[in-house]
């Protein structure tokens, strides 16, 4: 089973800053096929990204995904007040299918 | 787009089953590549995938829960439904239903039904 690692747990920034999350996996992940999640309280999680790098439908472009093989990146260009939130990796090309433990996103 | 709907029960007891119905509005998982599946998240943790159903019937578990999992489909219900036997506290959580298209990820998620195992 893959494990993936968030990092960092938290993230402390403010407005208007930029957002780099982490998530390594323990191996590497077959053809990229690594999915981003936000989730907002009491809300389901919200696809951002798949595979590594490709923009869900709708979702704006400052958001983007980067990385291959056990290291990729979501990055948020410039935060917005909404964007404090939970957001989640997940790998899909290897079974089982696993999550990353959520990196919280908070107001500085 | 394609909307999913969990219903179920809220409350079950220790050793209990819990039989999970997820319907979605329209025929997709009976398009090649699709899949409906269930993911679930206790309380304040992180999302745990469960299991997931193919247009083709090809079913796949997780392996820590494979034991005590059941997902079977009924295509002309537009209906998804999963089974976790031998029920116990740790396993309160929400649970989602989901959708798998080509792409792989998960791009429509229910809104999710709160079980809680508790005698």
């Known amino acids: 089973e893959i494990v993936l690692t968030q990092s960092p747990g938290t993230l402390s920034l403010s407005p208007g800053e930029r957002a780099t999350l982490s998530c390594r996996a323990s191996?590497?992940?077959?053809?990229?096929?690594l999915a981003w999640y936000q989730q907002k309280p009491g809300q389901a999680p919200r696809l951002l990204i798949h595979?590594?790098?490709s923009r869900a439908t709708g979702i704006p472009d400052r958001f983007s995904g980067s990385g291959s093989g056990t290291d990729f990146t979501l990055t948020i260009s410039r935060l917005e007040p909404e964007d404090f939130v939970v957001y989640y990796c997940?790998?899909?090309?290897?079974?089982?299918?696993?999550f990353g433990q959520g990196t919280k996103l908070e107001i500085k | 787009q394609i909307t999913l709907k969990e219903s179920g029960p809220t409350l079950v007891k220790p050793t209990q089953t819990l039989t999970l119905t997820c319907t979605f509005s329209?025929?997709?998982?009976?398009?090649?590549?699709?899949?409906v599946g269930w993911v679930r998240q206790p309380p304040g943790k992180a999302l745990e995938w469960l299991a997931l159903?193919?247009?083709?019937?090809?079913?796949h578990y997780s392996p820590s829960l494979k034991s005590r999992l059941t997902i079977t489909k009924d295509t002309s219900k537009n209906q998804v439904v999963l089974t976790m036997t031998n029920m116990d506290p740790v396993d309160t959580a929400t649970y989602y239903c989901?959708?798998?298209?080509?792409?792989?990820?998960?791009?429509?998620w229910g809104q999710g039904t709160m079980v809680t195992v508790s005698s």
């Open positions: 989901v959708h798998r298209p080509n792409i792989g990820a998960f791009d429509i």
């Open positions: 329209d025929s997709s998982l009976t398009t090649s590549g699709v899949g």
């Open positions: 159903i193919y247009w083709n019937d090809d079913k």
């Open positions: 191996q590497s992940v077959s053809s990229s096929f």
């Open positions: 595979g590594a790098s």
């Open positions: 997940h790998q899909y090309g290897n079974s089982p299918r696993t």
